[in-house]
């Protein structure tokens, strides 16, 4: 039986600002990181390797844009590419993960927790990571 994926890293990727989440060391608690604000896809995937190499991040979780009826509209092109560009620069898998309405829930999860807007903006990009983050370690559960 091979050991479960603990250390997983979450990607909400945008034109300028990139949220992340990520796993503790055991696996059991999840938390947004600081969001990367750049549109410089280089810039973006050398601070991803950096956080990558220092979590010790098994996988990575890009968050993908689908359209209503599943299918990949412009923008999910644009983030299927920088997948690709991601998984070059990464030792780890990188695994793509529907990623609709997580922005919405982020701001949903803020406002619920008192945050005034001008913070949620600060901090959605990475809880839609988070959101992104838990609903894959929740499809892994499902298949376990």
Known sequence: MTEPVRRILAVD???????????????????????????????????????????DTEVVVLGMPLSQDGNKGPRAIATAAFQQRLQQALRCPVHAMDESHSTDEAHEMLKAGGMKAAKRKQWSDSVAALVILQRYREQLRRKA
Not at 22 to 31: E, K, L, P, S
């Open 13 to 55: 990727f945008g034109d300028a600002r990139t949220g992340l989440a990520a796993t503790d060391w055991t696996g059991t608690i999840t938390v947004p990181l600081p969001r990367i604000d750049s549109r410089d896809q280089a810039f973006v995937i050398k601070a991803i390797t950096e956080v990558v190499q220092e979590r």
